[in-house]
């Protein structure tokens, strides 16, 4: 089946100017994750959804960071006001959630590659 | 804080050596621990996943995991150049959050 999917694949923006980064998750997964990932670094928690639950924010790095998954699925990252600091990988990943055990497993996406600039 | 810690390295092997990687954690209350390969410029993928204290054997990959000691190592029988990349160790307790570690950069010399 098809995996998680992200669009744009590349963004290059001027700073200050807001980005949208989307996220597909596998279809049947309830649990979407985002994730940043600077160069040569390792994976920096931004956000997660479980189903209906109010999303953990704890990893957005500033309140220009906010995202919104629709319907339970398709998920959206914006960046407001980019600034160089910004610029990363920004990979989403799903699974089908939390259950009992803990027995869970992550697919990641091909994930954004944004420049500042 | 909950933490996960790997040897950035780089870690070196000959073709067809047994690669060894390591990864410790803090929290206790972890139940599921995960090894991802990461080639340069492409995303983190799944090698294997382990629960239970053991062993666990896939091919040539052996993920080992030790709960008591808090480490779980990932071993690479019969290296192989395609498998330079980059290994990162995650850990979740609740199936909530994923942590991982910066990863261990692996080299496996023809």
């Known amino acids: 089946g098809a995996g998680v999917s992200q669009s744009p694949s590349n963004k290059v923006t001027e700073k200050g100017k807001d980005v949208e980064l989307r996220c597909d998750p596998i279809s049947g997964h309830t649990a979407l994750y985002w994730y940043r990932q600077s160069l040569g670094q390792g994976l920096e928690f931004l956000i997660y959804?479980?189903?209906?639950?109010?999303?953990?924010k704890s990893g957005l790095p500033s309140d220009r960071f906010s995202a919104e998954r629709t319907g339970g699925s398709v998920s959206t990252l914006t960046i407001q006001r980019t600034q160089q600091e910004d610029s990363a990988v920004y990979l989403c990943?799903?699974?089908?959630?939390?259950?009992?055990?803990?027995?869970?497993?992550?697919?990641f996406g091909p994930g954004t590659r944004l420049l500042v600039l | 804080q909950k933490e996960v810690e790997q040897n950035s390295g780089p870690l070196s092997v000959p073709e067809g050596a047994i690669a060894s990687l390591n990864c410790t954690y803090s929290?206790?209350?972890?139940?599921?621990f995960f090894w991802y390969r990461q080639y340069s410029g492409k995303s983190p993928e799944l090698i294997m996943f382990?629960?239970?204290?053991g062993d666990k054997e896939d091919g040539r990959f052996t993920a080992q995991l030790n709960k008591a000691s808090q480490y779980v190592s990932l071993l690479i029988r019969d290296s192989q150049p395609s498998d330079s990349a980059t290994y990162l160790c995650a850990v979740s307790s609740s199936g909530n959050q994923f942590y991982f570690g910066t990863g261990t950069s692996l080299t496996v010399i023809p």
């Open positions: 990943a799903s699974s089908l959630g939390p259950r009992a055990g803990g027995q869970e497993t992550q697919y």
């Open positions: 382990i629960y239970s204290n």
């Open positions: 929290d206790r209350g972890s139940q599921s």
């Open positions: 959804f479980q189903g209906n639950s109010a999303p953990d």
